[in-house]
Nanobody, 114 residues
């Protein structure tokens, strides 16, 4: 069955950086696009970044453009979210998903606070 496991969240000061990792199994990883979403308390879930199956194309929410970078390693069935210049409003649970499918991991908490 499809399994998705996110890791790498934590507490970071404003202006800091984190790298989130997502490991996937149970499907042909290299055939599917992958997305990162986030959900903050009291807010709707937001698409943060997406990457095509080959990694050749990426897209970002306006709120993270220039600060976040999505990447993938198809040999390792991994997708990453590199987050720089973090702001308190980036605080949320971050989820990795298979693009177009309802497969979600448990999420990883990112808290940006001084």
């Amino acid at each position: 069955q499809v399994q998705i496991v996110e890791s790498g969240g934590g507490l970071v000061q404003p202006g800091g950086s984190l790298r989130l990792s997502c490991g996937a199994s149970g499907f042909t990883f290299s055939s599917y696009g992958m997305n990162w979403y986030r959900q903050a308390p009291g807010k709707e879930r937001e698409l943060v970044a997406g990457i095509t199956n080959t990694g050749g194309n990426t897209n970002y929410a306006e709120s993270v453009k220039g600060r976040f970078t999505i990447s993938r390693d198809n040999a390792k069935n991994m997708v990453y979210l590199h987050m720089n210049s973090l702001k308190p409003e980036d605080t949320a649970v971050y989820y990795c998903t298979v693009a177009g499918y309802d497969y979600w991991g448990q999420g990883t908490q990112v808290t940006v606070s001084s």
